[in-house]
């Protein structure tokens, strides 16, 4: 126990199994279910990281939790985000994947909104033991902030790194970054980042983390500290999960060098 080669790590987002232009909760039940059976068929140690979509951007908006600590907002955010998880931990279930809810309140703490401890051991036993820890944008502790929204794109490489994950991929609702004509850039690494990075923005809909450019930075960041590849694909599009998990190259790779 404890080796820790082949993790994949995956991001769901929520603009893919919520409808993210609401103002409260609407999951789309179908497009969970098919991604449940996409992710169903594969074996290797895997984790999950899902986004809110509208089970938590709106309502950390509506209570300004990225720029004040707000109790009862906390509480509202966190619930609506479990209830998210609850569903996506169902069909996974359902579909055969022996899938656990894990609630970043619960076993993470942050120090001004950056990840500064996270209960990497229930992770590792948890894949040990054959089951797939499911976990989510969520509002954690914060040791400056009181409680700090994290972004399921911050989870995903905090754990790629300490986890030594082989596979990173975050699926969003987008071809992959694009480029000024709508085209999915192909590469982003350090050395292209500057001449790219005009085309690349916030969310559409609501979305108190940062959108795309979060994705990339935070991917950016992963391809210095670590030298690991990630993808950024379309997760609605049916055939990408489990082509990304099964070792394919889509969307846009994030870098350290050119390929
Ligand atoms: N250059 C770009 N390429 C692709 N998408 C972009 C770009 N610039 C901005 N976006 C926007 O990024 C958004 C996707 O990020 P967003 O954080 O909303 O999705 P998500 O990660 O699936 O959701 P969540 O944060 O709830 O998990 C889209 O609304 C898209 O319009
Ligand atoms: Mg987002």
Redesign the pocket.
């Known amino acids: 126990m404890g080796n820790n080669q082949g993790i994949t790590i995956l991001?769901i987002?929520?603009?893919?199994i919520?409808d993210?232009s609401a103002d409260n909760g609407a999951a789309r039940q179908e497009e969970i279910r098919r991604i449940a059976e996409e992710i169903a068929g594969f074996k290797s140690r895997l984790v999950i990281v899902?986004?809110?979509?509208s089970f938590?951007?709106p309502q950390a908006k509506r209570y300004g939790l990225t720029d004040q600590f707000d109790p009862l907002g906390s509480i509202i955010t966190h619930r609506s985000v479990k209830e998210l998880n609850d569903i996506i931990v169902d069909e996974l279930n359902e579909a055969g994947v022996s899938a656990i809810g894990l609630h970043p309140m619960n076993c993470t703490i942050s120090d001004d909104g950056r990840i500064s401890e996270m209960s990497l051991n229930i992770i590792t036993s948890m894949l040990d033991t054959g089951f797939v820890p499911v976990l989510h944008?969520d509002v954690v502790m914060d040791k400056k902030l009181g409680t700090s929204v994290l972004?399921?794109?911050q989870i995903v490489p905090y754990l790629a790194s300490k986890l030594n994950a082989e596979r990173v991929g975050?699926?969003?609702?987008?071809n992959?970054?694009?480029?000024g004509d709508g085209k999915t850039i192909a590469n982003i690494n350090p050395g292209n980042f500057d001449n790219i990075k005009g085309?690349?923005?916030?969310?559409?809909?609501t979305?108190v983390?940062?959108?795309?450019?979060?994705?990339v930075l935070e991917l950016l960041d992963l391809s210095e500290v670590s030298n690991t590849t990630s993808y950024i694909f379309n997760a609605g599009n049916a055939g990408n999960i489990s082509g990304f998990l099964n070792g394919e190259s889509i969307g846009t790779a994030i870098s350290k060098t050119e390929p």
Do not use: C, P, Q, R
């Open positions: 991001k987002g929520g603009s893919v919520t993210k899902h986004g809110a979509g938590g951007h944008g972004s399921g794109d975050i699926g969003s609702a987008e992959g970054v694009l480029d085309f690349i923005g916030g969310s559409a809909n979305d983390t940062g959108g795309m450019l979060g994705k």
